[in-house]
């Protein structure tokens, strides 16, 4: 692919990057350039540029804030020992994006070109990837519907665009236990909707319950299933997974959840390592009947921002349980270790799932 056309900040514009061990947070700085690529109906995918990062002038009647067609994802650029810049499963998360814009009727993008383009970005702004452990330049391609109209249809033309910006652990507390709180009131998502589409709908339906979990002094919500009301599903943006006995189980890709990257790679490397395996339906009643009876060894969440997230408290019905002593497991320790290890090139990729950006 040629490349992409850049026009170039005013140096005195330019942003100041942070200094070496300066606490990063999670999504809250920003680099210097854009990527950016419109869709016209009847023209396809055009106007491929390199810009400065900048608001995006939209008309008010643009179609995205009004139905909400957008889809976005989220990847992570990390820097080896070495100094070079690496994508860890890249094409998975365009693959993702492709499914949840048709979700959503909105048009499929080209899966190499967009991660040619991201590449190229990144190549751009190499000097904004951190490198203090466990810190990582964080990716966010979005697609919306720009065109002005009212009434329910489907836009005639789209922005893609993809952003970076470095970032730190995403909870507060790092790699820590966290506390979840099992909603009885809210579902997340029913078979049919919107569940495994990675889109705004998603994140707005959730905040509710997430901010009365936050205000009980909980991490994250525990979703069960919309129907039944009994069968775990996802909990916050996140997969989760339960060390039952010799058993490693988290809930089927069934239309519901999200198919999480790291929870495909939790599950490949489960099975690398010859453990028992189940993507099945699990109700909460087997998961705090396992808890009563010590065959709970372990639950943790999975997914880009804190790779895996171990769980330490769950509470239902007002009742609280306590995980593992409300310590970090061995099998969460061990996934944990592995995927970083293989991300930041500290540890031997047997699966090829690192890409070279720079």
């Not at 396809?44 to 643009?62: L, V």
């Not at 909707?193 to 205000?215: F, I, P, V």
């Not at 039952?244 to 495909?264: H, K, N, Q, S």
């Amino acid at each position: 692919m040629k490349e992409i056309p850049i026009i170039q900040a005013i140096p005195s514009a330019l942003k100041k990057k942070p200094e070496p061990g300066q606490p990063l947070g999670f999504g809250k700085i920003f680099t210097d350039y854009l990527f950016l690529l419109d869709y016209q109906k009847g023209k396809g995918w055009i106007n491929a540029r390199i810009e400065p990062y900048r608001p995006i002038p939209m008309d008010p009647a643009a179609l995205v804030l009004h139905y909400g067609q957008e889809a976005f994802e989220g990847l992570k650029a990390y820097r080896w020992p070495n100094g070079d810049i690496y994508l860890f499963r890249p094409r998975k998360n365009f693959e993702r994006m492709n499914r949840s814009a048709k979700r959503l009727c909105m048009p499929e993008l080209d899966v190499e070109f967009a991660l040619e383009a991201t590449k190229q970005l990144i190549r751009l702004e190499k000097d904004w990837v951190p490198s203090m452990p466990g810190s990582s330049l964080y990716i966010r391609p979005n697609m919306i519907a720009n065109e002005a109209a009212l009434g329910v249809q489907v836009s005639d033309q789209y922005l893609f665009y993809v952003m970076l910006g470095p970032v730190g652990a995403y909870y507060p507390q790092g790699f820590s236990p966290t506390q979840i709180y099992v909603s009885e009131k809210y579902i997340r998502a029913a078979r049919g909707g919107l569940g495994e589409a990675k889109t705004l709908a998603n994140y707005a339906h959730s905040l509710l319950a997430q901010e009365e979990a936050h205000e009980e002094g909980y991490n994250q919500v525990l979703w069960l299933d919309a129907i039944e009301r009994k069968y775990v599903e996802e909990v916050g943006t996140s997969n989760i997974l339960f060390y039952i006995g010799d058993e490693l189980v988290t809930p089927p890709l069934a239309g519901t959840i999200l198919p999480g990257i790291t929870r495909d790679s939790v599950l490949h490397l489960a099975r690398s390592w010859e453990m028992k395996v189940s993507e099945r339906m699990i109700g909460l009643e087997e998961v705090l009947h396992a808890l009563e009876t010590g065959k709970l060894k372990e639950a943790f969440a999975s997914g880009t921002a804190a790779v895996i997230s171990p769980v330490g408290k769950l509470t239902y019905k007002g009742k609280e349980h306590l995980i593992n002593q409300g310590k970090v497991g061995p099998l969460a320790q061990k996934l944990y270790d592995n995927i970083v290890g293989i991300q930041y090139g500290k540890i031997k990729d047997p699966f090829g799932w690192m890409e070279k950006v720079a």
